[in-house]
T-cell receptor
């Protein structure tokens, strides 16, 4: 595997379910990100991890819980979501957490909350 | 506050036409980076270019070219002789170097449809 991978690619869940999104980067990067992409809206940064430490939490509701066990893996744990949380969730990584380095994105997980 | 505006929501062209995607940004920082990403139907954002705010030279890469003008806060992207494979959503983004992290501020994207 190369680049940034995300699983699952598609997820349908009820509002009372608990599920997790997984992201893995094979680039040797030290920073990882979660973004939310909703229709007709700009990509919204949710969380940033640098060297496995959360350095940004962009006012995200607590029903989204990130976890970064090591620099190659990032999870987004979901529970009691709302229909408006349906979106494409994109993971990205970069060499470090500075603005000089470009971010490499995964293919995303298309989430539908019913 | 930083902001990126892509006024063109959708553009449709016929193959082999040239097309320019507009990007206007706002920032108070003197040092910043601008990016263009391509998002094909598969969903993955593909990095196209990064431009440092101190480097105003235009860049050409094959059929792609970028025109960076600080005076008008614009970073426009031109595809020459467009092809069907260019059909995608294109995002312009601005980095936020003033923050503690590598925060990208994205525009709303321009959907480019290239018809055969």
């Amino acid at each position: 595997e190369t680049g940034v991978t995300q699983t699952p690619r598609h997820l349908v869940m009820g509002m009372t379910n608990k599920k997790s999104l997984k992201c893995e980067q094979h680039l040797g990067h030290n920073a990882m990100y979660w973004y939310k992409q909703s229709a007709k809206k700009p990509l919204e940064l949710m969380f940033v991890y640098s060297l496995e430490e959360r350095v940004e939490n962009n006012s995200v509701p607590s029903r989204f819980s990130p976890e970064c066990p090591n620099s190659s893996h990032l999870f987004l744990h979901l529970h009691t979501l709302q229909p408006e949380d349906s979106a494409l969730y994109l993971c990205a990584s970069s060499q470090d957490g500075t603005s000089r380095t470009q971010q490499y994105f995964g293919p995303g997980t298309r989430l539908t909350v019913t | 506050a930083q902001k990126v505006t892509q006024a063109q929501t959708e553009i449709s062209v016929v193959e082999k036409e040239d097309v320019t995607l507009d990007c206007v940004y706002e920032t108070r920082d003197t040092t910043y980076y601008l990016f263009w990403y391509k998002q094909p139907p598969s969903g993955e954002l593909v990095f196209l270019i990064r431009r440092n705010s101190f480097d105003e030279q235009n860049e050409i890469s094959g059929r792609y070219s970028w025109n960076f003008q600080k005076s008008t806060s614009s970073f426009n992207f031109t595809i020459t002789a467009s092809q069907v494979v260019d059909s995608a959503v294109y995002f312009c983004a601005l980095s936020d170097p003033g923050g503690a992290t590598n925060k990208l501020i994205f525009g709303t994207g321009t959907l480019l449809a290239v018809q055969p």
